[in-house]
């Protein structure tokens, strides 16, 4: 039988039939009068609405348009209530007072003016056919015209109780693999003596794919990796070889810190953003084996053989945001993945002073304490940058506090001798300033006054006041508030002059390959790798600073970039959407336009062009 | 005069539709009536059975509660085999005593009786309850379309001899006459001899807006056969050649085999066809023989399918299309494809290589030498070629568009409440075709062409030839909204499908109404005829899927709801052994028609209904994205297309 809780029908409440009356200028309309009219109105309505519900059905819709309504009123000889057309659903507000509940529809005053001279909407395109195979001999083909084989949910529900992809096989059939002819028999001859479990069995050409695709990922053969990574991200069916994926990754990013080989670390990380990028997947599983890859990769100590000459701080920066995209999507009440990411960056930037004094935990710090006094600069460099990536409240409540503390690491190092400690310094000022000048401009109240943030944040306290004092005069950063001013800053900074040493890093070793070559299809994500218009012929011997830059916009070209005679490589991806609405939280700098703008015509006392950069990766 | 005169009123009402009017001008004397009021005699059918009723019961509402009540105690207590076919009574029952309350404007009771006994109505019967429970006083009832269906009709139940028996008992003993009082006026009960029927025989046939249909509505023979093939001279030996040629020589005695199964099929005298000359159908001209040759050698080249050979699925989305685009026709050559918007437009595609040409201007039309050989195509424009036309004509939704057997026309239906009539060659509008009142839902082709019918809004179907303006047949008797129609294959019956949740069949020579069939549970928008003729397969708003034996007039199987979402696609392929759906919640289904025939031939000596509940013959499902169904078609060499539109990702 039906739903016992099924209400038959809900009414107008008086109450509205007064304030409508009162609309049209009748001021007291006695309680009878309303309930007579409330009755009425609430049965004319319910016509109107069974009736359109014929129009919606027969427009082959499954939901109600205003039109619908329109044409029922139209059938039923009623004047058509005129300019109701909206795009989306009409928005009900709803207002309380004087002993009175309303929901009103919200009319916006529009200026004609304004209409008239705003550039006219984009004309709408013109509908199209476009032809594919749903089905060859019983089949469905996996492209991305065809809904992936296995669902989110499916995925999701298999991974949480793997016993439900047993008990179905009827709908595993219906919903993946061809269950005709041959193959049916065979199924259902093995399904006899086969033992009940859930295999991910791999057909031949899935791991013919396979093969070819962790090749490329970490082959020499940039075109062929970018086509391999575009694979990884949109292919609808891979949901079955990813548990060998994530292995891949995992036991790469295992071996290559071991052996301190970057490029190949690289190539890891952009396989794990390609994975991340994928719609398809349903992710969860195998976070246990992404999130230490990818935390290692922030936070090593060493991730390449010469620190003070390759840029490792740009995959920090680069996995730094995989973390913060991870903890995005991935993070629920249950897993406490942020929390947990969160806590583990912390640990690493703990100090002596303040662990006593602020959280007072207890005794067990006491061994942090003496670790943390070592943690290697790089670390503190990766934690800053993980922390940073999570948002302005994160860098507000754990880093802020450690301010001094970290400010009296990076002095040291300054005035200490060795060369890559002094570079990864200059780098975790930089970063630190970078990553705190818009939480302290919102914190404080100007004037700034280097005195008081000397006081309050120790050695970083002169710089961070002129990076406060310019942030506030900069009219960007002005308008954007405190988590885009971060955007607009400078990528981290590396060795102020190019060094002259000559030690080509794995990744230079592929930069002549692919000058001035440029991939740019209308398909959803695609990469764009340019050289720079001075291809200069890499000469071991004189190896030139790399600069490699991944950009977010499709629409600028990289023609932007300021040439300063070093090669550059720019690899230029278009973001698919999810990861820009996630920038509205967290400080991830992604456009890359201001970089270059500020860095080619500011003439502020920017790093010079010629930096490594590989904070624009993602 | 007030409240005492309208009982009066309605014996003087009652009166003068018996013609009696010597009693009429005494009763008017004596009660002394204005002629005012005379002249407005014209109370509704419905207040006036309810006055001329009322006197014993209007007193007592809880009379209502308490007569319920013990009818649905003494059903409960019946035996079993009692127990389900009574049960039926209780809906119609409940409905008329709940229009009893609110006629007599005991508001109050009426909604609790509501509340109280609603929820466990059939779960069939809730949708029509909702609808009627906005009903809450008598003005209401007046022009509310299921009250008035429920008052002017009678609600047919059919109740076993011994069953029917039990209940006059009960109602004998009862002391109230309210439940016998609704029965007489408005329930019409069918005895049938033989045992009752079970739970499951009843839901199957149950659904109506009126109940089941009855028997003897469905006794009228039905010349389901197929009509003879006319004997189309092939080329024969350019023929053999271009098959040589094109297909790659994979199993040449098989085809052979199979080809000449196709042209020795025509069944020389079908028992259950109709005569050729029962309607008249129209001469086929030079062109429609040629086209007609071309199907039958395509057909020689066709793909047996069966569960273990799967038909592919070739499917066209239609792009940046949004919520506009209604419904879509493919041909029968499968070359063009058709789609009609919201926004009252109609496009036409092609989907071969060959471009959409118009016809020349009658000027240069006039040069054309007539008694070429090539006439027809050099009639056409040489330039001037699409891939995509346009037709504008309509204003409101375009609900429906076919193309003819033979290409050359186009038919749409909308919401502006006309069809009309397209040419392929002009691409203009040659006729629009009045006559419906409201929007119309429906339009479909003969398949020997000429005829086409339409349904709508205003709850009937008509008949047409494109020849004449005005229908040749009104098929009227559904009692909600006719929501598709459906020609059967040899053009002599046509299927509608209705809100009412009945199918009914209905004779194009004598315009009555042969079948009606009852069992759906939500209203019916899709009907599909099998190839040969005898079943006829519907799809529902609820996603179900019913055949239907045309013979019998009973549902022959009841497929479980696989769609969640309305089916608004059937087809058949060529050679009837798979049926394929598409629904909007995305996905396109297979169903093993051969199987599911075979089922019904089998128990059909046992007993009528089969209700089948596992999922052995869905064959498959295949998920679009996004994109729900607008139209199924299978090709000549049944290969299926779907048509649909891409909604976004979501």
Excluded at chain 1, 84 to 90: K, N, T, V
Excluded at chain 1, 604 to 615: N, Y
Excluded at chain 2, 495 to 513: E, H, K, M, N, Y
Excluded at chain 2, 536 to 552: H, P, R, V, Y
């Amino acid at each position: 039988m039906g739903d016992s809780d099924f209400v038959y029908g809900s009414s107008l409440s008086i109450d509205s039939m007064k304030v409508i009356a009162e609309s049209i200028g009748i001021g007291s309309l006695g309680d009878d009068a309303a309930k007579e009219l409330a009755d009425d109105v609430t049965y004319r309505l319910k016509v109107i609405l069974q009736d359109a519900m014929k129009f919606m059905h027969h427009s082959k819709r499954q939901k109600l348009s205003i039109t619908d309504i329109d044409h029922t009123i139209k059938s039923k000889n009623i004047e058509p209530q005129y300019g109701f057309l909206q795009p989306d659903s009409l928005p009900f507000r709803f207002a309380s007072g004087g002993g009175r509940e309303l929901h009103f529809i919200e009319e916006k005053e529009i200026d004609l003016s304004e209409i008239l001279s705003a550039p006219p909407p984009k004309v709408p395109l013109d509908v199209s056919v476009r032809t594919h195979w749903l089905s060859v001999d019983g089949v469905q083909p996996t492209v991305p015209e065809n809904p992936p084989p296995l669902t989110k949910e499916i995925q999701k529900l298999e991974s949480v109780d793997p016993i439900s992809k047993l008990n179905k096989p009827t709908n595993k059939d219906a919903a993946g693999k061809p269950m005709c002819g041959k193959a049916a028999r065979l199924k259902a001859s093995e399904s006899v003596h086969v033992k009940q479990l859930a295999t991910h069995e791999l057909s031949v050409e899935q791991q013919l794919y396979y093969k070819e695709i962790t090749e490329a990922c970490v082959g020499s053969d940039e075109g062929r990796r970018a086509e391999a990574l575009q694979s990884l991200a949109c292919d609808p069916g891979l949901h079955e070889m990813l548990p060998r994926m994530c292995t891949f990754i995992s036991e790469g990013v295992k071996v290559n810190v071991v052996q301190n080989n970057l490029a190949l670390l690289i190539y890891l990380m952009r396989m794990v953003k390609a994975l991340l990028d994928n719609q398809s997947l349903y992710l969860e599983k195998y976070l246990h084996e992404l999130i230490p890859s990818v935390s290692t990769c922030i936070v090593s100590r060493q991730l390449c053989l010469r620190p003070e000459m390759d840029n490792h701080w740009a995959l920090r920066d680069f996995a730094s945001r995989l973390m913060a995209q991870i903890c995005k999507t991935f993070n629920t009440s249950t897993n406490n993945l942020q929390t947990r990411v969160t806590r583990l960056f912390a640990k690493a930037l703990q100090c002596p002073s303040q662990t006593n004094n602020e959280n007072g935990v207890g005794p067990s710090m006491v061994t942090t304490m003496k670790e943390s006094e070592k943690t290697p600069l790089a670390s503190l460099y990766g934690a800053v940058q993980g922390l940073a990536e999570l948002g302005p409240e994160v860098v507000k409540v754990f880093i802020l506090p450690r301010v001094r503390w970290l400010g009296e690491r990076v002095e040291g190092a300054l005035s200490g001798l060795g060369g890559a400690d002094r570079q990864a310094a200059g780098n975790l000022k930089q970063q630190l300033l970078k990553v705190l000048a818009p939480v302290v401009r919102q914190l404080r109240q100007p004037p700034d006054l280097p005195e008081e943030y000397k006081r309050d944040y120790g050695y970083l306290g002169p710089s961070l006041v002129q990076m406060v004092a310019k942030q506030r005069s900069s009219p960007a950063g002005g308008g954007g508030g405190g988590a885009v001013a971060v955007v607009t800053c400078t990528p981290p900074l590396v060795p102020s002059a190019p060094s002259p040493s000559p030690s080509p890093s794995p990744l230079q070793s592929h930069s002549h390959t692919f000058s001035t070559k440029t991939v740019e299809t209308v398909a959803t994500r695609n990469v764009v790798i340019s050289a720079s218009p001075t291809p200069q012929s890499p000469a071991p011997a004189t190896p030139p600073p790399q600069k490699f830059v991944i950009v977010a916009s499709q629409q600028k070209p990289p023609q932007a970039q300021p040439a300063s005679g070093a090669s550059h490589i720019v690899v230029h991806s278009s973001q698919p959407a999810i990861v820009r609405s996630q920038n509205v939280q967290a400080p991830v700098s992604v456009v890359a336009k201001p970089v270059f703008t500020r860095g080619g015509g500011g003439g502020a006392p920017q790093p010079p062009p010629e930096l490594d950069d590989l904070s624009h990766l993602a | 005069m007030g409240d005492k005169s309208t009982p009066l009123l309605a014996v003087l009402q009652l009166l003068r539709k018996y013609n009696l009017k010597g009693t009429e001008e005494i009763l008017r004397k004596e009660a002394s009536l204005g002629d005012a009021e005379y002249e407005n005699l014209d109370l509704p059918e419905v207040e006036l059975a309810s006055i001329l009723t009322a006197h014993h019961t209007e007193s007592d509402p809880y009379s209502y509660e308490f007569a319920y009540e013990s009818l649905k105690k003494f059903i409960e207590n019946s035996l079993d085999i009692y127990k389900y076919e009574l049960s039926t009574l209780l809906y119609p029952i409940f409905v008329h005593m709940y229009m009893v309350l609110i006629l007599y404007e005991h508001t109050t009771h009426a909604a609790n009786f509501l509340e109280k006994f609603g929820p466990e109505q059939e779960d069939y019967y809730q949708e029509d309850l909702k609808k009627f429970s906005i009903v809450k006083n008598k003005d209401q009832i007046k022009g509310n379309e299921l009250a008035e269906i429920y008052s002017s009709n009678k609600f047919v139940v059919q109740l076993s001899r011994d069953a029917s028996s039990q209940l006059k008992r009960f109602l004998h003993e009862q002391k109230t006459t309210v439940i016998i009082n609704i029965i007489n006026n408005h329930i019409q009960i069918e005895v049938h001899d033989g045992p009752g029927r079970s739970l499951a025989q009843i839901r199957a046939t149950a659904g109506g807006m009126l109940g089941e249909a009855t028997r003897n509505e469905n006794r009228t023979k039905v010349y389901y056969g197929l009509l003879k093939e006319p004997d189309i001279q092939l080329p024969p030996v350019p023929v053999e050649d271009e098959e040589e040629t094109e297909e790659t020589p994979d199993k040449p005695k098989k085809k052979k085999a199979k080809k000449d199964n196709i042209f020795m099929k025509k069944p020389k005298s079908d028992p259950n066809a109709p005569p050729s000359d029962r309607i008249p159908l129209p001469e086929m001209k030079e062109t429609d023989k040629l086209e007609k040759g071309k199907a039958l050698r395509e057909a020689s080249k066709r793909v047996h399918l069966g569960p273990d050979s799967l038909p592919s699925i070739c499917f066209y989305t239609l792009l940046n299309s949004g919520h506009t685009a209604i419904c879509a026709d493919i041909c029968d050559d499968s070359t063009l494809l058709a789609v009609g918007f919201n926004n009252s437009t109609i496009k036409v595609w092609t989907l071969t290589p060959v471009k959409l040409r118009g016809m020349k201007s009658a000027e240069k039309l006039q040069d054309i030498d007539r008694e070429a050989g090539d006439v027809l195509v050099r009639m056409m424009e040489e330039k001037d070629r699409d891939t995509c036309r346009t037709l504008f004509g309509h204003s409101g939704p375009v609900y429906k568009v076919a193309f003819d057997p033979f290409k050359n026309l186009l038919l749409s239906c909308s919401e502006d409440s006309t069809v009309r009539l397209w040419s392929l060659q002009c691409w203009t509008c040659l006729v629009v075709y009045r006559g419906h009142v409201w929007p119309v839902w429906a339009v479909r082709w003969s398949p020997h062409g000429h005829y086409f019918a339409s349904a709508g809004h205003d709850r009937a179907a008509r008949l047409w030839a494109t020849d004449h303006h005005q229908p040749l047949r009104i098929f009227a008797g559904h009692l909600s909204d006719v929501d598709c129609v459906q020609f059967h294959p040899n053009s002599n019956y046509i299927a509608t499908g209705s809100s009412d949740r009945t199918i009914r069949v209905w004779d194009c020579l004598t315009g009555t109404q042969v079948r009606i069939m009852t069992g759906h549970k939500s209203p019916i928008f899709v009907l599909s005829f099998s190839v040969c003729g005898r079943w006829l397969a519907s799809g529902g708003g609820g996603g179900e899927l019913m055949i239907w034996d045309i013979s019998t007039g009973l549902p022959a199987a009841t497929l479980p709801p696989a769609h969640t979402a309305p089916i608004h696609a059937l087809a058949f392929s060529r050679d009837g052994t798979i049926l394929s759906t598409g629904s909007l919640d995305c996905s396109i289904k297979l169903w093993d028609f051969t199987a599911i025939t075979e089922e019904v031939s089998g128990e059909e000596i046992g007993n009528n209904s089969t209700v089948q509940k596992d999922d052995r013959f869905l064959l498959r499902s295949f998920p679009t994205k996004n994109s729900p169904i607008k139209d199924l078609h299978f090709t000549r060499r049944n290969l299926l297309l779907g048509v649909g539109s891409y909604e976004g990702s979501s």
